[in-house]
């Protein structure tokens, strides 16, 4: 069993089942091929079996596969986005890539990263801004005032679902206040892209130096 075996076998199990419900996704012999490949007969079995896959009729993801697997044998980024480019159904591959920019990410590859964004597709919905979230989040990770200003507006704050950009903006003041100070993570709250309401988060990665009990 070799990891190209299994990644052209999960490939052709996610074009054969992308527009299929759970049930008839489960039964497509491509689906089936690629489970017991990777997990064995006596797994699949069980799973068969179970009370589980009676309740839940798609008992697993081939894209959940696919990431696995890419993981597990730490498969190139450029090589992945060459197995992610034979995937047919743009909305899939659309989520595949996004998966590849955060790899890409945590691997160090911001240039990767940036490159995989132009190749999100819009064929139907806009994609690149979510593809550029990837992009504000890391650099809320790694704060940089500079970039996370410059990502924040290509990351569309105003599309759904918001809650993300607000999580991306408290970790940078977080972050940023960690690193540079409570004074300067303050200075930041008094902009018009942060705001009061990210208070909590100048104090939050030094919350523990401080008491709430009163001298005696």
Request: proline share 3%; with cysteine; aromatic share 12%.
């Amino acid at each position: 069993m070799t990891e190209e075996t299994n990644i052209e076998l999960l490939i052709k199990a996610i074009n054969s089942t992308e527009k299929l419900n759970g049930e008839e996704s489960n039964k497509h012999p491509d689906a089936l091929h690629a489970y017991i490949h990777l997990f064995g007969k006596e797994k699949y079995d069980e799973i068969k079996n179970s009370k589980r896959y009676a309740i839940y009729n798609k008992f697993y993801s081939p894209s959940w596969c696919f990431e696995k697997e890419i993981e597990k044998h730490n498969i190139p980024s450029n090589k992945v986005k060459g197995y992610i480019g034979r995937i047919k159904h743009h909305h899939r591959k659309n989520m595949m890539l996004i998966y590849l920019i955060k790899l890409s990410l945590i691997r160090g590859e911001l240039n990767l990263a940036l490159d995989y964004i132009d190749d999100l597709s819009e064929e139907k919905f806009e994609s690149k801004f979510h593809g550029y979230r990837q992009i504000l989040q890391y650099y809320a990770e790694n704060p940089n005032l500079k970039e996370f200003k410059k990502y924040l507006k290509l990351s569309k704050p105003g599309k759904s679902p918001r809650n993300v950009i607000s999580i991306s903006k408290s970790k940078f003041i977080s972050n940023y206040s960690k690193i540079n100070g409570i004074e300067e993570g303050i200075e930041l709250l008094n902009s018009n892209i942060f705001g009061w309401k990210f208070c909590y988060s100048v104090i939050e990665n030094t919350a523990d130096k401080f008491s709430i009990k009163k001298n005696s």
